[in-house]
């Protein structure tokens, strides 16, 4: 069943609860550039949500029995779902094909966050399990799964910058906003910088984009904002949530002036905010970009 939200004309730099679902950890959200909807996931439920801005509705669209960690739409207008146990599968007419069933050591973990390069392959983050750390794979159009990164504490947010020279990766357990080489022609990545590094007084960096100007926006774990920072790392504003686990953050709309935070903590409100778990929307009139749509398998 939709359910109609109210609607808001006027630009404004204060957030606005367009959905509650009371997500356990709402993360993901993503524009679908053809449905004109946006969609983010509740990971430990396996819950995926839509929201249509132009008729002001928001429903379930799927429900898996495991966990979905993140998603990249297909350029065919399908999804690509990352879950438990290293799988990807392809959410098409509301059926499911799989790619992958899952990676070997990762049968213990998860998916976490993904993203499309412009090239449509996928870099796609691990969180760490019992008997091993987080990693960071890369798959290409052709389904080869290749481990870039090992070691990892939290897998979590990337972006690209403007000239697709970098890729901004985050991993949370360090507090880092990283930046890497990257070439977009092989999809390999090289030499990191550290492009910023939150204080443990404010919270752990989760999911990121970066906006029309390069101006990277981080979602603050622990923190109740989100983060804006300039291209030299310097801290440019800062927007808060009545909710504490801010966890990622996306521009979506025809134009990309609508930006949509997901957050967690659905299941305590009282110690997480009152709209913890809801997704935000914020229209500050600052244009991001499409996000690229992935080719795996196409």
Not at 271 to 290: H, M, T, Y
Request: with cysteine.
């Amino acid at each position: 069943m939709s359910i109609p939200v109210k609607s808001a004309s006027a630009p404004s730099s204060s957030p606005e609860v367009v959905a509650d679902y009371a997500c356990v950890c709402g993360e993901g959200p993503l524009w679908h550039p053809t449905e004109k909807k946006v969609y983010w996931v509740d990971i430990p439920q396996g819950r995926l949500f839509r929201f249509d801005p132009a008729a002001g509705k928001h429903e379930k669209a799927f429900q898996w029995e495991g966990q979905i960690g993140g998603f990249t739409v297909q350029a065919d207008g399908s999804l690509l779902l990352f879950m438990d146990r290293g799988a990807v599968r392809v959410l098409r007419d509301g059926q499911l094909h799989t790619i992958m069933e899952q990676i070997p050591g990762e049968e213990n973990g998860r998916f976490n966050d993904v993203i499309a390069d412009p090239e449509g392959r996928v870099f796609c983050g691990t969180l760490p399990a019992d008997d091993h750390k987080g990693s960071l794979y890369r798959l290409d159009a052709n389904g080869k799964l290749t481990k870039l990164l090992e070691g990892i504490g939290c897998s979590n947010g990337m972006g690209f910058t403007p000239d697709h020279a970098g890729l901004y990766y985050v991993d949370s357990t360090t507090r880092v906003v990283s930046l890497f080489d990257y070439e977009a022609s092989t999809g390999e990545i090289g030499r990191p910088r550290v492009f910023s590094q939150l204080p443990e007084s404010l919270g752990v960096p989760d999911g990121m984009t970066v906006d029309a100007k390069g101006f990277v926006w981080v979602a603050v774990w622990g923190g109740s904002c989100v983060l804006r920072f300039a291209p030299d790392g310097r801290e440019e504003r800062r927007i808060y949530f009545t909710a504490k686990l801010v966890s990622s953050v996306i521009f979506a709309g025809d134009d990309y002036r609508d930006m949509y935070v997901t957050t967690a903590g659905g299941d305590n409100k009282k110690d997480n905010g009152p709209s913890a778990g809801a997704l935000f929307r914020v229209r500050s009139g600052i244009k991001g970009v499409p996000e690229f749509s992935s080719r795996i398998g196409i």
